[in-house]
């Protein structure tokens, strides 16, 4: 994902648990350096991003900037590691044949 998209994602996310005023701030901020020249080929996960927030100087400075982005970071980690067992599960059911495969096995044991 582009570090931008996902810097406006972040700041929704942190928008609607009403996260402090120091907190967006930090996420403008960081929005205004990836909308500049040259900065749009950066791809990262959301939580790459989110944990590229948490050692920010701002996020060592004030422990509740750094507390709400490690609550977003382990959301976004429960949600992912969620996603993968669903794929997990998916792909490990099996997968009925076709019946064309049932004849061509027809046919060979024939032969």
């Not at 931008?4 to 403008?28: K, S, W």
């Amino acid at each position: 994902m582009n570090v931008r998209d996902g810097l406006v994602q972040i700041r929704g996310q942190l928008a609607e648990r009403d996260a402090r005023t120091e907190t967006l701030d930090l996420v403008d901020e960081m929005i205004k350096r990836a909308s500049e020249p040259g900065a749009d080929r950066a791809q990262a996960s959301l939580v790459q991003i989110v944990g590229l927030l948490s050692r920010t100087p701002v996020a060592h400075k004030n422990i509740r900037v750094y507390d709400e982005l490690m609550e977003l970071q382990d959301d976004l980690q429960a949600a992912a590691q969620q996603r993968a067992t669903e794929v997990a599960a998916e792909q490990s059911r099996p997968i009925p044949k076709s019946r064309k495969y049932y004849r061509q096995r027809r046919e060979r044991e024939r032969n």
